[in-house]
């Protein structure tokens, strides 16, 4: 079998296992971050969550198709590893960068929500005080 389809075999079977894994556990651990973000709805919270995953799915397979072909070819096993390296840690990179890109925009949404928040009395006022006239 010839050494290149056994290196885009593995790149493909670690490249989707690995997007999958990051998925699921982003997935996990930022519905609570979804709801606090989204003042505690957490029906929008799911959602927004599933449709993240859905996205973040479709950018990295479809990275990881993209970068699938290899200029060079692929003669023994110490070059399938070096070539698995190469492509192994580009998609890793990418699952890394898009990772932050959603941690930085949904902070950005949860920082104007809070400052939404700060904007408002937290109980309506019901009357005014009268203020003394200055030198009284």
Known sequence: MDLTVVAYAVYLVVSVALTVWVARTLSANGRVFL???????????????????????LVNLGFVALYLKSADTVDDARQVFEELSVKLGVVLLVLGVMHLGNVYVLNKIRRR????????????????????????
């Open 35 to 57: 709801a606090d973000v989204l003042h505690g709805n957490e029906q929008l919270a799911d959602a927004v969550n599933h449709l993240l995953v859905v996205g973040f799915y």
């Open 113 to 136: 929500g809070l400052m939404e928040r700060e904007q408002y009395p937290p109980v309506a006022p019901d009357g005014f005080t009268a203020t003394k006239p200055a030198g009284a």
